[in-house]
């Protein structure tokens, strides 16, 4: 059995949302720039999670504004000890 790939699981995921009528919203990669799509905040609160892009495989924080608004993604640098 072939294990899906990164971008082949959101496809997937974001057409079962689309054909459900979920609104999505799309941003850039801050690594490659890659434009990537996600699910809209309809919330009233800030939703913040650790992503993958799917073209470049490099991780991003990547915060979705609510009631609909914009994602910001950041590139994630761990603090060091010292």
């Not at 082949?8 to 690594?31: D, I, R, S």
């Amino acid at each position: 059995m072939t294990e899906l790939t990164l971008k082949a699981k959101m496809q997937n995921y974001l057409g079962k949302l689309k054909a459900l009528n979920v609104p999505t919203v799309t941003f850039n990669c801050p690594h490659c720039a890659s434009e990537l799509e996600t699910e809209a905040n309809t919330t009233s609160f800030d939703w913040d999670t650790l992503s993958d892009c799917w073209e470049c495989n490099r991780s991003f924080l990547k915060i979705t504004r609510p009631n609909g608004g914009p994602v910001e993604a950041r590139i994630f640098k761990p603090r060091t000890q010292g």
